[in-house]
C-alpha cells in the first residue's frame, strides 16, 4: 500500500510561482511512477505530469511544459511539483497520484487528498 499526502497548495497571483509536495509512505513508492493530475471546477480530471521511479525521466502535459517541473526525492519518499508562470486557467484541485505511465498519462493505483491551487486574475 501505498499513502499519499499533498501540501504546498494556495492563493497566487498570475504570473506567480508556487510549489507543491506530496509525501509518499509504503516501500511500494520507489518503484512506481510518481505525478499530479489536476480538475477544475465544472471539468474533468487531466493530467499534468508524471516522472519514472529514478526520476530520470518526467513527463508533462502540452498545458504546463516549461512552466511547471517535477521531480522526486527517493529518500525522503517525495515529489514536488514546482510551478512558475502560473496562469488562471492553472486554477484547480490538485491531487498527487502513483502508478505506471502510459501513453500521455498516469495510469494510477493510489491517489492523494487534493490541494486547492487558485490563481487570480
Known amino acids: 500500500q501505498v499513502q499519499l499526502v499533498e501540501s504546498g497548495g494556495g492563493l497566487v497571483q498570475a504570473g506567480g510561482s508556487l510549489s507543491l509536495s506530496c509525501a509518499a509512505s509504503?516501500?511500494?513508492?520507489?518503484?512506481?511512477?510518481m505525478g499530479w493530475f489536476r480538475q477544475a471546477s465544472g471539468k474533468e480530471r487531466e493530467f499534468v505530469a508524471a516522472?519514472?521511479?529514478?526520476?530520470?525521466?518526467?513527463y508533462y502535459a502540452d498545458s504546463v511544459k516549461g512552466r511547471f517541473t517535477l521531480s522526486r526525492d527517493n529518500a525522503k519518499n517525495t515529489v514536488y511539483l514546482q510551478m512558475n508562470g502560473l496562469k488562471p486557467e492553472d486554477t484547480a484541485v490538485y491531487c498527487c497520484?502513483?502508478?505506471?505511465?502510459?501513453?500521455?498519462?498516469?495510469?494510477?493505483?493510489?491517489w492523494g487528498q487534493g490541494t486547492q491551487v487558485t490563481v487570480s486574475s
Open positions: 497520484a502513483a502508478g505506471k505511465y502510459y501513453r500521455g498519462s498516469l495510469k494510477s493505483d493510489y
Open positions: 516522472i519514472s521511479w529514478s526520476g530520470g525521466s518526467t
Open positions: 509504503g516501500r511500494a513508492f520507489r518503484s512506481l511512477h
